[in-house]
C-alpha cells in the first residue's frame, strides 16, 4: 500500500494561551499524515519530532532524494505500520518549517517577531498540537511516539492529557534537562548570540542561509560531540585523516574534523538560528514536574501505557534519567509500563540511525 | 620548610629541530623551580603541564592570592614533598607565559609569529625540556609526573629518552588522542577562526585581552564540558538556576550556564588564542606510536618505572585509553608499571581537583 503522504498547514485565529502568560495569536501548524484515519478514528499515531526535526517524518517528496526523519521506522509493514495507523506529525510551534515560529510575521505587522516572540515550552508545543487534533475532530489517539525532544513532548502528553492516548512511546530522553544537556545547548545559544552575522536578531534570513551563519555552525559542531558516543566516535573516525589529493598528511585534517565541518556549516543552510534559540529554551526549561509537588506526583496523572526505551551509551539523555522515570513509576505502583535500556554503540543518534535495535519494541507496544 | 620558588627564563640560540622538519630559532624557556638540588643531582622530579597550564605549578606570587595549579600536590610534606626533591615544571613552547610561542617576536623581526610559527608536537615540547635539563647540567631525573597534556609529555619522555628518568607517572591522559578530544578541540578552533575579533590571527594581544575575544570564550565553554562529568554537573549545578536579586526565575539562568559564562569569557583574559591553536593542535596530533611500527613497539622502549593513574568518569581521556596502555605493557612482559582507575566523579579534571582521591599513589611511586 501507498505511504499516503499528505502535508497541511492549519491557522488558528484562537490566542495559544501559553505556559509563560503570555499569547500566541494567530498561528499556524503544519503537519504532515501518513496512511489512513479509519471509520471510529481509533488508528491515530502521532509522532512528536527532535530539536530540528520536522513534520516530515517519512516518504520522499517529488524531486528530492532524503526521506523524512524516521522513514525507517513509518511506512507500509515497518514498526509505525502505515497499512494499519493513520500517523501524524506537526511541526513544533517554535521551528521553522511551517509552523508559526520566531521569523513568523507578527500579525498585523509584515515583520517578523525575531526577539518579540514568546518563550515556548514543551507543555505548550504539545498543547498546540492538542488543539491542532481538536480541529481534525481527533479526541483520542491510539499512542503517541518520539524521541528526545520529541519523548518529551510525549511525556508531556501523558501528564497533561491523561486520557487523550492509550499508549505513550518515549526513547532517548529524559523527565527534566539536566545540565549536560543545557551545557551543550549553552555553547551553541553563545556562539550564535556572538556572531557579528546573526545582528543581534536581525538578520537576513535568506542572506543568512546563502553564507551560511558560522557561529550556528560551530554550535552544531558542539551538539553532534552529544549525539555520539565514545564508541561510535572511534568506530566511525577513529584518528584516520581525511584524505587530500591521495596523500595521508601528517598534520592535516582528521576524519572527525571533516565530519564536524560538514555537518556544523551545512546545518546553517537548512535551520533558522532564532528558532535554535528558542527551542534550545525550551528543551532547557522542560521540567515534567513543574506545576507538581515533585516528578512522582506528575508522573501520577499517566492512565496510558508507557513504554520508556534509552540507549546505553546516550551521552546527551543518560539512560540513568529514563531509568529514574521507571523507578518512580514502580514506587508508585504503575503496573502499565515498560522500561528497555537498548544496547547500542551511536550515543544519542541511536534513535534515528539504529532502528533495528528497536524497531520490534516499538511495533509489539503499539500492537500488544 | 620553605618552598623555595624560583622562576628563571633561559635564552637558547641553537635551533631546536622541530617535528615537522623546521626549525625554531631561538627560543627561550620560562621555569619554576621548588625545593633545592642535592648534591649528586638525584632529587629532581619535572612536572609537566596541561593545555592552559604553566610553569607557575605550586606556591603563590607575591601580591597575589592564586596558588600554582598543582599546589595541594607539590610542597613540603605533600605527595610531590619539595622538603626532599627538587621540582622543575617549565612552560611547554608553543604556549604563551613566557616561553617562546605564536606571539613570539620572531628573530630577527620585532613582529610576532602568529601563524608563521611552527607547528609543535608533544615530542617537540619534551625535546625542548630536554636541551633545557642539559642546560641545567641535569642528565637524569628521579620522576616525571603530569597530568591530561602533562601526562603526554611525561609518557613521551619515557619512550624518546628512556634512560633519562627513573619513574614515569602519568594521570588522565593517552597513548593517542582519540576523536572526542579532538573534536572538542575542534570546536573551540572553530570559533576562534570564525570570530572577527581574531582578525585571522592578527589581533592586537592587549586590546583582546581587555574586551575578551568571545570566540575562545564559547569554545573554552565546549572544553569545560568534556573537563566535567555527568555525575560532577549532577551534584555542582543540577538544575538549580542562578539568583538573581533573590528571586528565583522561571525562565532565568540556570547556575551551569553560569559557570560556563564566567569561565569562559574569563579565560580570554588571561590565554593566548594563537597559543590555543597552536596547543590543540599538538594535542590533536599527539601519537605515541608515530615513528614506530606500533603502539607496543613504542612501549618496548620504555626503561622508567611506569604509573599509570586514570579516572573512571573522565569524558576527554577515558580511563579503557590508560588501560589499554597497561594492557600493551604486560603483553609486552614489562614488570614494572602499575595502572589504577581512580574511583572519581569529577571527570578529567579530577586530576587537578580530587589531589585526596590519588597524592598518596604519587607519593608511594616517587618514594618506593
Redesign the interface.
Known amino acids: 500500500m501507498s505511504l499516503n503522504l499528505q502535508t497541511y498547514t492549519e491557522h488558528f485565529t484562537n490566542p495559544l494561551y501559553l505556559e509563560?502568560g503570555r499569547i500566541l495569536e494567530p498561528y499556524d501548524i503544519t503537519y504532515e499524515t501518513y496512511g489512513t484515519l479509519n471509520d471510529d478514528k481509533s488508528n491515530v499515531v502521532v509522532v512528536c519530532h527532535a530539536l530540528t526535526g520536522s513534520h516530515h517524518a517519512a516518504g520522499v517528496y517529488e524531486n528530492e532524494t532524503k526521506a523524512g526523519w524516521w522513514d525507517g521506522l513509518i511506512g507500509s509493514k515497518k514498526a509505525i505500520d502505515t497499512d494499519k495507523y493513520f500517523v501524524i506529525c506537526s511541526n513544533v510551534i517554535g521551528s521553522c518549517f511551517g509552523s508559526t515560529g520566531p521569523m513568523s510575521m507578527q500579525h498585523p505587522h509584515l515583520e517578523p517577531y525575531r526577539y518579540k516572540f514568546p518563550?515556548v515550552t514543551v507543555k505548550d508545543m504539545v498543547k498546540a498540537q492538542r488543539i491542532l487534533f481538536d480541529r481534525l475532530d481527533i479526541h483520542r489517539v491510539h499512542a503517541i511516539v518520539g524521541g528526545s525532544m520529541g519523548g518529551m513532548q510525549a511525556l508531556q502528553f501523558a501528564v497533561h492529557y491523561p486520557n487523550f492516548a492509550n499508549k505513550i512511546i518515549a526513547l532517548a530522553t529524559t523527565y527534566?534537562?539536566?545540565?549536560?544537556a543545557?551545557?551543550?545547548n549553552?555553547?551553541a545559544q553563545?556562539?550564535i548570540l556572538?556572531?557579528?552575522d546573526f545582528k543581534q536578531g536581525y538578520y537576513d534570513p535568506d542572506i543568512l542561509k546563502e553564507q551560511g551563519l558560522?557561529?550556528m555552525?560551530?554550535?552544531r559542531?558542539?551538539g553532534?560531540?552529544s549525539f555520539?558516543s565514545?564508541e561510535s566516535?572511534?568506530t566511525?573516525?577513529?584518528?584516520d585523516y581525511k584524505l587530500t589529493d591521495g596523500l595521508y598528511e601528517?598534520?592535516g585534517k582528521?576524519?572527525?574534523?571533516s565530519y564536524?565541518?560538514y555537518n556544523?556549516y551545512n546545518f546553517t543552510k537548512w535551520f533558522d538560528p532564532l528558532a535554535y534559540l528558542y527551542i534550545t529554551?525550551a528543551i532547557?526549561?522542560y521540567?515534567l514536574a513543574r506545576g507538581f509537588d515533585s516528578l512522582a506526583e506528575s508522573l501520577k496523572r499517566i492512565n496510558a501505557d508507557l513504554h520508556l526505551i534509552s540507549f546505553k551509551n546516550d551521552l546527551l539523555f543518560?539512560n540513568f534519567e529514563m531509568q529514574e522515570i521507571a523507578d518512580e513509576l514502580k514506587k508508585n505502583g504503575n503496573k502499565n509500563y515498560s522500561y528497555i535500556d537498548i544496547d547500542s554503540d551511536y550515543g544519542h543518534d541511536a534513535f534515528l540511525v539504529e532502528l533495528e535495535k528497536f524497531d520490534n519494541y516499538v511495533k509489539d507496544a503499539l500492537n500488544g
Chains 1, 2 share one sequence.
Do not use: C, Y
Not at 176 to 180: D, I, S
Not at 236 to 239: A, H, M, P, S
Open positions: 509563560s518563550v527534566a534537562t539536566q545540565p549536560w543545557i551545557a551543550f549553552k555553547v553563545e556562539s556572538n556572531d557579528p558560522s557561529g555552525a560551530v554550535g559542531m558542539a553532534h560531540i555520539l565514545h566516535m572511534r566511525k573516525f577513529g584518528r601528517l598534520f582528521f576524519q572527525v574534523e564536524l565541518e556544523g529554551k532547557n526549561i521540567d543518560k
